[in-house]
């Protein structure tokens, strides 16, 4: 599924804006995820999942986990809470696509809920998508900074995510 994005980095557009793009285009195939003119899309993408949905899946408003809570809504699949990942924690990550984000210094991360947390000065967080076939993994994600990135490699344990507070969202058949 992931396979057929390949690197581009001119489109730079918010990593949360991929998901979403990626979300939209399993719902509707005619929308590209990687579109180079992505922003004059989005009206097209909202009509598709709604304003609220695709509010969810770039994680505007209060909701700093929306965007893997929002794809599971859409998509069909589970979500799994590591509310803080160390080099001993097992990140589970099951064959299929995952949409996964990640979080440091948030407000009330360190609690079971993911519900209390807010974002405060100095937090940093990224939302991408991660394929499992096998033993590889496919990455996929974006910046407004370096663009669009697609690698393949192994999934380590905690999946490089140490440090962060993480949501996985299985969809598809990684549910």
Avoid: K
Wanted: charged share 20%; hydrophobic share 40%; with cysteine.
């Amino acid at each position: 599924m992931l396979s057929r994005i390949e690197s581009a980095p001119s489109i730079r557009m918010p990593c949360c804006v991929l998901v979403a793009r990626w979300v939209v285009s399993q719902l509707d195939p005619t929308v590209d995820p990687v579109a180079v003119d992505w922003a004059a899309d989005v009206g097209r993408c909202v009509s598709i999942v709604g304003l609220d949905a695709w509010r969810g899946l770039v994680v505007s408003g209060d909701d700093v986990w929306s965007c893997p809570d929002t794809a599971a809504r859409l998509l069909g699949g589970r979500v799994d809470w590591y509310p803080s990942v160390s080099p001993s924690t097992s990140v589970q990550l099951g064959q299929g696509v995952h949409v996964v984000q990640r979080w440091r210094g948030l407000e009330g991360s360190d609690t079971a809920a993911a519900g209390d947390d807010s974002v405060r000065p100095g937090a940093s967080g990224h939302a991408y998508l991660v394929e499992r076939e096998g033993d590889a993994v496919r990455v996929v994600q974006s910046s407004t900074a370096a663009g669009v990135r697609s690698s393949l490699g192994s999934w380590r344990r905690d999946g490089w995510l140490s440090g962060y507070a993480v949501r996985v969202a299985s969809v598809g058949r990684g549910r």
